[in-house]
């Protein structure tokens, strides 16, 4: 009555009211002037130049949107903070929500659910530190529930019909309307302008958002608003709960299930890692322990054995004879990574990879029962088609299932578009390869010029680092550094076209819009990322000749002669490589995701701050966040699994890595909560029982990196051939490693090197003069006095046999115990299996016994006895069959 008072009264008296009213109720407020009707939606809007146009779209779509029965309220720019901001809040009344929700398959509570939960863990008591609150775990008892069904609501427990769908879902049915109302005239005829996404993209509003509950700092003063932001901001959101497990009910509650299923998979992945972690850290501290067993390395840095090896040149011209134990330093780091626990932890990795897979289904499995998604099938997202396509595709035909006209695209265009999208991918794809092959092409020549500056070794009088600066070092870390510059440029320019190709391809649905982006950008990061690891692994020191015959990368014209390996082997590199790519992502982009939305925010609301905290609406502050975007939850699961990838295929080089991956998804766990809470409008809710396709690249991951590891121990590692050696060309016939340098290096004959290859004058070192005849290099190779000379020794294939038989038998060893532990687990609980059965046959049970109740009331009502079909007529007859005799 006062509203109405004041709309009668003059334009400035009604302006001085709407501020006071706003002061009352507009800070924590998401409900309509009136303080009954709940804003479910904002859209905002500014005009400009172009205003005309825009004021028609506008004035169009929203009387089409009052049509379906949306309730409007305009906010004028006299009351927004920065004087040109107008705000539409929308409301979803009682029948709207029904007659989509019925539309949706929206499953709603009908009783409440009485199967005991058994699900006590024993020793429960020490997992006390770890929980949270059961108000916050459980903030919604746990019911039966159903499709609604519109016609048949009094079968459903509506207390009260304004707070019976929650926000999320309102939210969620407004943005399927918004998302396929038009604002064309019917007159037009334009079929093509419909969807909140257009105007978004046109500039007719700018901005399209549900209103979070409250700030986020404290709780809302309106009773009945529910505070849930503030919930998870206090319980989830905060660094230092680090070690409480997750709220996933409440975050499934306030988000919608695709959201909780992500923050359930990061979870359960870094819970995963934990183990991971421990038996990694174990196979480090082995390495770090039976440091002084190393007996190859302190050959190379005994004076009488690595001292008195004269090796030759590792470049053409710049570099000169050098002596072995000048790799002192590098052979004892590459011991830590490359010993026996290496192989171990290889295997290790690929049994708990499958476990991972596994246990996850099962934890999806029982996320699907208790959030209601057991009976979620694809078949009802294919039934929402993308407005796109709706838009796009102009050709209609009959659908064999509905028997209705719907669009399609004709298989001519579809092809065509197909073909385009493969080759931009290719493309993009040859362009990394080709900046892979630039970064190593510097390598090759960088080092040559690390090589002749390093000659009289300045880096040495430099404290503590000094010995450990080589050229190789240099090169290695230079072009670890460049590289991962590119990747992170090639990145932000792919990501603008593979979405821009998924849009031309014009996919049907959400889900296979998302498909389709997901394998894009996976094959893209997975040779952007993955390329120069496999590089060092599997390449490089792998083709590089001998010293009378070198191979050279683009032949012998272009001088750039192929890499050799340290004496110590090549694995310390490749570790090198990944824990610079690897925690220089992780390190990037948790300072791109928590501070680039902060900074945005502090600037975009920096007005707003000046202005008294009262007049500072709630749709208001959350216009002033950034946008989550439809894409927003595809990045988040691309971080992951490109760690996954890192933690995985190279985990033999380094097993530290699913130590810093842990540290990094502690951080990033929160970190991802934070933003969501604090620094994000509030997304738009959606449904979803598993994490995708990202399922599937995970399990070919898994098997991928069973055969990178098995081929990183056979080939880059020196495992092998130390024990080949051992076993089987031990001198003296002892199991140790005693001469294994001495026997792992070739002699070349100097006066037999070509003139091209030989260093130039004052390159070489003070101590080589002429008579040094021989200089020694990394291979098994005959002596320049045998018969068949520089031809490979039988050790080499002996060598090379044991290295293949390794990987046959690794490979086959923890395949067979993959599939064995895949066997094994089921993947659905047995309990599940069985609460989802007794579930469903409760639901059939209460709709027999609503049934029957409602057609004993209608033929109470028509009090005539036409009918011969009365619910007792049959009494021996199973439930169903009266069902459908009767009704």
């Known amino acids: 009555n006062s509203l109405t008072g004041v709309r009668r009264q003059s334009r400035t008296q009604m302006h001085a009211a709407v501020s006071i009213d706003k002061q009352q109720h507009s800070k924590d407020s998401v409900f309509f002037r009136d303080g009954m009707r709940r804003i479910d939606f904002v859209l905002s809007y500014v005009d400009d130049k172009d205003g005309e146009r825009k004021q028609e779209r506008r004035k169009v779509y929203e009387a089409n949107l009052e049509k379906v029965g949306l309730e409007l309220e305009t906010e004028d720019k006299s009351e927004s903070d920065d004087g040109k901001t107008y705000f539409v809040k929308i409301h979803a009344p009682w029948e709207v929500l029904a ?29 006390t530190p770890f929980r949270l609150p059961a108000e916050i775990m459980h903030p919604e008892p746990d019911y039966f529930t159903a499709p609604f069904n519109k016609s048949k609501s009094d079968f459903f427990l509506i207390d009260n019909k304004d707070t019976f769908f929650p926000p999320s879902t309102r939210n969620r049915i407004v943005y399927y309307i918004l998302s396929r109302c038009s604002y064309f005239r019917d007159e037009c005829g334009d079929k093509d302008k419909k969807g909140i996404k257009r105007l978004l993209n046109n500039g007719t509003y700018t901005a399209a958002f549900p209103l979070h509950d409250c700030r986020y700092w404290k709780r ?48 359960f992945y870094t819970e995963m890692l934990f183990f991971a972690a421990i038996v990694g850290t174990i196979c480090f501290v082995h390495g770090f322990l039976t440091y002084d067993d190393n007996e190859w390395s302190k050959e190379i840095c005994s004076e009488e054995i690595g001292g008195n090896i004269v090796m030759c040149p590792l470049c053409d011209k710049k570099c000169g004879y050098w002596k072995l134990n000048s790799t002192c330093n590098s052979s004892w780091q590459s011991h830590l990574f490359d010993n026996v626990g290496t ?31 057991v009976d979620f099938e694809e078949e009802q997202q294919q039934l929402q088609l993308r407005p796109e396509y709706e838009t796009k595709c102009t050709n209609r035909k009959l659908n064999r299932i509905t028997q209705e006209m719907e669009p399609y ?67 290695s870390v230079t072009a670890s550094c460049i590289n991962f510059v590119i990747i992170m440029v090639l990145n932000l320019m792919y990501e603008r076209v593979a979405v821009w190709i998924t849009d031309m391809e014009i996919p049907k649905t959400h889900l296979e819009y998302e498909n389709k982006l997901t394998v894009k950008m996976f094959l893209f990061q997975f040779v952007n990322y993955y390329s120069s690891c496999f590089y060092v692994a599997f390449f490089k020191g792998k083709f590089v000749g001998y010293p009378g015959k070198y191979t050279y990368m683009f032949g012998e014209w272009s001088k750039l002669r192929n890499e050799e390996c340290d004496p110590g082997g090549c694995l310390i590199e490749l570790t090198t490589q990944l824990v610079i790519v690897m925690t220089g992502k992780q390190v990037w982009g948790n300072i791109q995701e928590a501070l680039v939305p902060w900074l945005m925010n502090w600037w975009g609301s920096r007005k707003a701050r000046n202005h008294p905290e009262s007049l500072y609406s709630r749709w208001e502050q959350d216009h002033d966040l950034q946008g989550f975007g439809q894409l927003g939850l595809f990045y988040e699961y691309l971080e992951m699994v490109i760690q996954f990838g890192f933690i995985t295929l190279f985990v033999a080089s380094f097993p530290l890595a699913p130590l810093l991956a842990l540290i990094n998804n502690i951080i990033e766990v929160r970190v991802d909560a934070w933003k969501l809470t604090t620094q994000f409008r509030r997304p738009v809710a959606a449904k979803a029982h598993s994490i995708g396709a990202w399922e599937e690249i995970l399990s070919g991951i898994a098997v991928l990196s069973v055969v990178t590891n098995a081929f990183i121990v056979a080939f880059t590692s020196d495992m092998i051939p130390r024990l080949v050696y051992m076993y089987a060309y031990q001198p003296n016939g002892e199991m140790n490693m005693k001469g294994y340098i001495n ?104 709709l027999h016994d609503y049934e029957v109740e409602k057609l004993k009331v209608q033929l109470s009502h028509n009090g005539n006895n036409d009918c011969t079909c009365t619910p007792m007529i049959y009494p021996s007859l199973p439930q169903h069959e009266v069902l459908s005799e009767c009704l």
């Open 99 to 127: 007659t989509y929700a019925d539309v949706l398959k929206i499953k709603v509570p009908f009783k409440a659910n009485d199967i005991p939960d058994n699900s006590e863990m024993p020793m429960n008591w020490l997992s």
């Open 343 to 373: 192989v171990f932890f290889a295997i290790f990795m690929g049994i708990w990879v499958t476990l991972f897979l596994e246990f996850w289904k099962r934890r999806q499995a029982r996320l699907e029962y208790e959030w209601d998604l």
């Open 743 to 846: 026997n792992s290096l070739s002699v070349f004959n100097i006066s037999e090197i070509l003139l091209d290859n030989r260093p130039e004058e004052g390159e070489n070192p003070s101590w080589f003069n002429s008579s040094i005849t021989t200089c020694r290099y990394r291979d098994y190779r005959n002596p320049p006095d045998h018969e068949k000379r520089y031809f490979h020794t039988m050790q080499f294939w002996h060598i090379l046999a044991a290295k293949l038989a390794f990987i046959i038998i690794m490979e086959h060893v923890v395949f067979s115990v993959k599939f064995f532990v895949a066997w094994m687990i089921p993947d659905v609980p047995s309990d599940v299996r069985a609460r989802v059965k007794r579930e469903r046959y409760l639901v059939q049970e209460y």
């Open 409 to 475: 695209l004709p298989i001519t265009s579809k092809c065509a578009r197909m073909c385009l999208s493969g080759a931009t991918v290719l493309f993009w794809i040859s362009l990394i390869i080709a900046c892979i092959i630039g970064v190593i092409a510097y390598r090759l020549a960088v080092y040559a010029a690390f090589a002749s500056i390093m000659k009289d070794s300045p880096t040495t009088n430099l404290q503590v680092v000094g010995p450990y600066i080589t050229p190789q070092l240099a090169t």
């Open 220 to 267: 809302s003063r309106d009773a009945n608003c529910e505070s849930d932001r503030y919930n998870l901001y206090k319980n989830w959101a905060r660094f230092f709960y680090f070690f409480k497990e997750q709220p996933l009910n409440l975050i499934r509650k306030y988000y919608g299930e695709k959201i909780g299923i992500y923050f359930a998979w990061l979870g």
